[in-house]
């Protein structure tokens, strides 16, 4: 097993609004990654106050991208989480999918449950794993469970929870430049400067291979939160509703293309396009 926890199994954490009726970019590389025609989705609607009308949406995105087999679910307590028929389905899954809706009725229902026990040990056996907004930010150990955006960095912007635990080293944020989500990331990274903050766009996706390299695609941006240089904040003098000071915070941005190394906490460039070279040699 690697130093990130992963064996070989590929994590899509998708910042919520993919598209699912056009091009289908992120939902069609995970399914590449799943098998395509011989892969076995389970769609999950746990977080959704109208699972329904969200898994329809999904099936027919899946369907018309030519998954072999489908399965959907929404369960509502922990004791349907542990059906033993759900935990069956699970196994024989090569891909597993959470969609978006409340991050907090999707951790309490499925956390310390078999089901999450079995997701966790099949994802470090190959089980690749993706999350839509609240599905995005229940795969970190530290998530955010509720919170407020357009404000400026303080203790009030942000309320932190356990979430699933798939992604130990990162806090995961979505719908973020759509709801300006930097203050209550950057808050989030302030109390634990020792982990990463991925504040990721709209129908947008960072992507995490085993090795523990992220790549992004869709058509916005990834924020990257660093904390590991942090030289100080105010944050044990202030109240809660008062802005923090700090200083010393790392910050990128990254597009479709460029890549971040979890271990190194570094960022590779995408090569240079032809056009690009022109332009750099002017």
């Not at 991925?198 to 941006?221: L, W």
């Not at 690009?276 to 040699?281: E, I, P, S």
């Amino acid at each position: 097993m690697t130093t990130t926890g992963w064996q070989c199994g590929a994590l899509f954490v998708v910042g919520g609004a993919e598209d699912r009726k056009g091009s289908k970019l992120i939902l069609r590389q995970f399914a590449e990654r799943a098998g395509g025609p011989e892969a076995r989705i389970l769609v999950v609607g746990t977080a959704s106050s109208a699972p329904g009308v969200i898994l329809a949406e999904y099936k027919n995105a899946f369907d018309e991208l030519g998954v072999g087999h489908l399965d959907l679910t929404a369960p509502r307590t922990r004791a349907e989480v542990d059906d033993p028929k759900l935990v069956e389905t699970l196994d024989r899954a090569t891909g597993v999918y959470f969609t978006g809706g409340d991050q907090l009725r999707l951790v309490s229902t499925l956390g310390g449950t078999e089901f999450a026990r079995r997701l966790r040990w099949r994802f470090t056996e190959g089980l690749h794993l993706g999350g839509s907004s609240a599905g995005a930010s229940a795969m970190s150990s530290v998530m955010i469970g509720r919170g407020r955006g357009k404000r400026t960095p303080r203790l009030s912007s942000v309320r932190l929870a356990p979430g699933l635990g798939i992604l130990p080293r990162v806090i995961v944020d979505q719908h973020f430049r759509e709801r300006d989500r930097l203050g209550r990331l950057v808050t989030a990274v302030i109390e634990h400067p020792g982990l990463l903050g991925f504040g990721v766009d709209e129908d947008t996706a960072f992507v995490v291979d085993p090795q523990g390299e992220v790549g992004v695609i869709g058509k916005g941006t990834l924020t990257i939160v660093d904390g590991h240089h942090l030289v100080g904040s105010n944050i044990a003098e202030v109240r809660d509703h008062q802005p923090l000071a700090f200083f010393g915070i790392h910050l990128h941005s990254l597009a479709q293309g460029w890549r971040y190394d979890i271990n190194t906490r570094e960022v590779q460039l995408p090569r240079p396009t032809a056009g690009l070279l022109r332009v750099a040699a002017q």
